[in-house]
């Protein structure tokens, strides 16, 4: 009987230190599936994806694509892009999105948006290669839409004037550039900007490095 107990006993103490191992050095898992950070923007000539990074009592700001932001550009003279539909993806809810900042090195631009107290998307301290991910984007009439990978090697892509650019093993479709990827964490660790055709595989984020110098240049971090 005592042999039974004893057994039982370092039974339970063995699942709780595997248990606090994995706490430890993976982290808590965190169910991100539903966070309304995650943003579609709709603009004259097509769509893209976005997350929230900033949001105060009168406005908030959107993380997306460069070339997400050009969907909008005019050659009018009279502005320089015309204002985007920014919608929510859980909640539905729409607002008029203007450009705020773009940037002049790297694939990356700021959408500001006249609605305050959003949900904000945290940026993580560092990416390891080989860590899993998840993306969250809008891909053609599709919102919310889920793809699970793993964080590769960071390229020069010749094709795009040898800029520095990060696999990421998460397939991406028309309409998921300027979504975010996360790690378990739900903290953004890149921004999907290009997908190599014919390989639903070979898609690359903006690296993490390159969103801190841009928010930081911005002041948003």
Do not use: W
């Amino acid at each position: 009987m005592l042999k039974k107990v004893l057994l039982r006993l370092f039974g339970i103490v063995g699942i709780i230190t595997i248990l606090s191992v994995i706490f430890v050095f993976v982290g808590p898992i965190r169910n991100i599936s539903n966070e309304n950070y995650n943003v579609k923007i709709v603009g004259l000539r097509g769509q893209g994806s976005g997350v929230v990074i900033q949001s105060n009592d009168v406005y908030s700001t959107i993380l997306t694509n460069k070339h997400v932001c050009e969907i909008n550009k005019m050659s009018n003279g009279l502005i320089d892009y015309f204002p985007f539909v920014v919608k929510e993806v859980v909640n539905n809810d729409s607002f008029l999105g203007h450009v705020k900042k773009v940037s002049k090195n790297t694939d990356l631009c700021l959408i500001q948006v006249e609605v305050g107290n959003l949900p904000v998307a945290k940026i993580a301290k560092k990416v390891v290669r080989g860590e899993k991910v998840i993306n969250i984007s809008s891909p053609l009439d599709i919102e919310g839409y889920k793809t699970h990978g793993f964080v590769g090697e960071v390229h020069l892509i010749p094709s795009m004037n040898f800029a520095k650019y990060q696999q990421v093993s998460t397939p991406i479709y028309p309409g998921s550039s300027g979504s975010a990827v996360f790690n378990m964490r739900k903290k953004i660790v890149g921004l999907i900007t290009l997908g190599m055709r014919g390989a639903n595989t070979l898609s690359y984020m903006v690296p993490l490095s390159d969103i801190k110098v841009f928010l930081k240049e911005a002041g948003l971090l």
